[in-house]
T-cell receptor, first 112, second 114 residues
Framework: QKEVEQNSGPLSVPEGAIASLNCTYS??????FFWYRQYSGKSPELIMS????GDKEDGRFTAQLNKASQYVSLLIRDSQPSDSATYLC????????????FGSGTRLSIRP | EAGVTQFPSHSVIEKGQTVTLRCDPI?????LYWYRRVMGKEIKFLLH????????ESGMPNNRFLAERTGGTYSTLKVQPAELEDSGVYFC????????????FGEGSWLTVV
């Protein structure tokens, strides 16, 4: 079993709709959770971090964490063509700086 | 402020040759990480420096890979001798000592071994 699992997609969403990206992780002691966006040929860019159960909103992005279910998700409201990218879920076991484990990413395509 | 910079951006070498990748972290960042993504796979952790010390090198695939960070500033990752399966993108990332785990990635060094 992979430590961080994501559906590879592609996930196709019409412009203006809500895109929902999901991620599960295997290590129950994980404490920090991240969503990175990666455009083709570019480096991963952090868009959201979440550390406690519940929702965290930042602009059009909402991260949701459920530690009991070992599940973290990212919602993108009012999807734009510029949101088309690969979204990487990442998990860190510790609260201090240490290695982050990445999922394989979900490719999101926003169709006009 | 300059971000994480990596050199070279692209490299094509023959099997058996040596390649050295360089990473300059964001100034003042004590934590430096190397990650690798091979075709179709997830980004995998290679190792983590705190200043000049190797904090965690559990992801290094084998002894053909050598990472250094002399003086706690820039880091190099040497692959010697390179094999075909080493092809991929090598990302460097850095973070401050108490950054709440926000790490910043470089653009990556694309390595192709032929």
């Amino acid at each position: 079993q992979k430590e961080v699992e994501q559906n590879s997609g592609p996930l196709s969403v019409p412009e203006g709709a809500i895109a929902s990206l999901n991620c599960t992780y295997s290590d129950r002691v994980s404490q920090s959770f991240f969503w990175y966006r990666q455009y083709s040929g570019k480096s991963p860019e952090l868009i959201m971090s979440i550390y406690s159960n519940g929702d965290k909103e930042d602009g059009r992005f909402t991260a949701q964490l459920n530690k009991a279910s070992q599940y973290v998700s990212l919602l993108i409201r009012d999807s734009q063509p510029s949101d088309s990218a690969t979204y990487l879920c990442a998990v860190n076991r510790a609260s201090s700086a240490s290695k982050i484990i990445f999922g394989s990413g979900t490719r999101l395509s926003i169709r006009p | 402020e300059a971000g994480v910079t990596q050199f070279p951006s692209h490299s094509v070498i023959e099997k058996g040759q040596t390649v050295t990748l360089r990473c300059d972290p964001i100034s003042g960042h004590d934590n430096l990480y190397w990650y690798r993504r091979v075709m179709g796979k997830e980004i995998k952790f290679l190792l983590h420096f705190v200043k000049e010390s190797k904090q965690d090198e559990s992801g290094m695939p084998n002894n053909r890979f050598l990472a250094e960070r002399t003086g706690g500033t820039y880091s190099t990752l040497k692959v010697q001798p390179a094999e075909l399966e080493d092809s991929g993108v090598y990302f460097c990332a850095s973070s401050q000592a108490d950054s709440g785990n926000t790490i910043y990635f470089g653009e990556g060094s694309w390595l192709t071994v032929v």
